[in-house]
């Protein structure tokens, strides 16, 4: 008797974390229940399912419950093997693989963030900080686009593009939003191509918001922020 | 020929000791190189250009960055003696737990040495929500990893760390009363052989009282 195979995802529209596992799931064919939550009232499953950070995106398989979008990405890498494979095999390519998702998880996303929720000095300051994390990644890239432009297509995307693309695939939103470039074409050329590539992609596309509703959700998030630090 | 394994790291940072612990346990030769972190070799700059820090792996003349990264690269090139589980949720469930010791818990611990006042306080009840946390997985286990030390009670070694500053500045955050399973777990770790090499309780005490001991007279 076949095994009831039963994915369910619990997340958010316009989380970048939500998004990221949206992506690799529709890349790798898996089919999915979704469960939009409203973050402001979390459904008792979530609750129940992430006790400990009550957050989204939460993968439900089978009933088991796994958390955090970068473990809930190598779970679906290691539990439905076929192509496209998020990680390499090799121990050495992966482990090149995983200090880069790090990078783009921990620093370049907070750096992000803080550019979003401040403004003033403090914004130049996160700002500066972000320009000079994606020198390093723009740096740090050339190895894995020898050829100097990337060429992806749904076969051969990876636990980086999707990174990458959750991050900054709104750019334009951001630039809408904050009247400034993050991801500059001049600055950096290799990343900028990347984004673009990434935008390109059908299946990227349809996981894609409407840019007013990204604009509005940006608004959104930097206005409560800055409201906050004002109090 | 033995394969070339050096691990460039400091020995009282915990995620270089974690590297250590794995390399052990695994039985495997390395060449051990101490970093002085106020005057770092030009090797680790070089291995880590990134974020210049230990620990690095170098396997082969390939540097591998990142404890966690490090670990389970370790567990995919020697195979004897697993520090990850094989099923795929069971590993998920090892990275949440060794994801949440250094991100929740190694973070307010660090800040609870210089912390005063109201900060001191609330840093000290958050380290206590996260040992809860800990304690509730742990549960009746002997290890995080079961019967036997696992990813997690590796990653966990920044209890230790967090321990010798509870001692240093007469603090108490992990008691026996409070968690009596961790407390055990703790026993049970400074038992084993290759983990109780890897910490130096002792040195730790003795290199902390110099930097903070003064500070018990301000609290």
Not at chain 1, 26 to 42: A, F
Not at chain 1, 96 to 107: D, E, P, R, T, Y
Not at chain 2, 75 to 84: H, Y
Request: charged share 30%; aromatic share 10%; hydrophobic share 40%.
């Amino acid at each position: 008797m076949e095994e009831e195979n039963q994915i369910k995802l619990h997340g958010m529209w316009g989380s970048t974390f939500t998004k990221r596992v949206e992506l690799a799931l529709k890349l790798k064919g898996i089919p999915y229940e979704y469960i939009e939550e409203d973050l402001s009232n979390k459904s008792q499953l979530v609750l129940k399912y992430n006790p400990v950070h009550k957050k989204v995106p939460v993968l439900v398989h089978n009933g088991k419950p796994i958390i955090e979008s970068l473990i809930i990405l190598e779970y679906i890498d290691e539990t439905w093997k076929n192509a496209p494979r998020l990680l390499p095999d090799d121990p050495y390519e992966r482990a090149k693989v995983l200090f880069w998702a790090s990078f783009l998880h921990q620093q370049l996303f907070e750096d992000m963030g803080r550019v979003i929720t401040s403004d003033g000095e403090a914004q130049e300051k996160a700002t500066k900080d972000l320009f000079e994390k994606l020198t390093i990644l723009e740096e740090g890239m050339k190895e894995f686009f020898p050829g100097g432009t990337p060429s992806i297509n749904g076969e051969n995307m990876g636990l980086l593009d999707i990174l990458m693309y959750a991050l900054f695939g709104p750019y334009k939103a951001h630039e809408e939003v904050l009247e400034m470039k993050t991801i500059d074409p001049e600055r950096n050329p290799l990343l900028f191509s990347w984004v673009m590539a990434l935008t390109e992609l059908p299946v990227v596309k349809e996981s894609t918001p409407p840019h007013e509703k990204l604009v509005a959700l940006v608004q959104f998030i930097r206005e409560n922020a800055l409201q906050s630090c004002v109090a | 020929m033995a394969e070339e394994v050096k691990l460039f790291g400091m020995w009282a940072s915990p995620f270089s000791r974690r590297i250590e612990v794995a390399l052990k346990m695994k039985g495997i030769q390395y060449e051990y190189i101490e970093e002085d972190l106020s005057n770092k070799s030009p090797s680790l700059l070089n291995y880590n250009p990134v974020h210049k820090k230990v620990p690095v792996l170098l396997h082969k003349g390939k540097p591998v960055a990142e404890s966690l990264v490090i670990l389970e690269y370790i567990d995919e090139t020697w195979k004897q003696n697993p520090i990850l589980p094989a099923d795929p949720y069971e590993k998920a469930m090892a990275r949440f737990w060794a994801k949440f010791l250094d991100e929740k818990l190694w973070p307010a611990a660090k800040k609870v040495v210089l912390s005063k006042g109201e900060e001191h306080k609330g840093l000290i009840e958050e380290i206590q929500e996260h040992l809860k946390t800990l304690e509730s997985e742990l549960k009746e286990k002997k290890f995080f990893g079961g019967e036997s030390l696992g990813f997690v009670d590796i990653a966990a070694n920044i209890i230790f760390w967090l321990l010798v500053v509870q001692e240093t500045l007469g603090l108490d955050i992990l008691t026996e009363d409070k968690f009596p399973g961790l407390h055990e777990w703790n026993h049970r770790l400074l038992d084993d052989a290759v983990f109780k090499e890897c910490v130096s309780m002792e040195r730790l005490l003795a290199s902390f009282k110099v930097r903070f001991g003064a500070l018990t007279a301000s609290k």
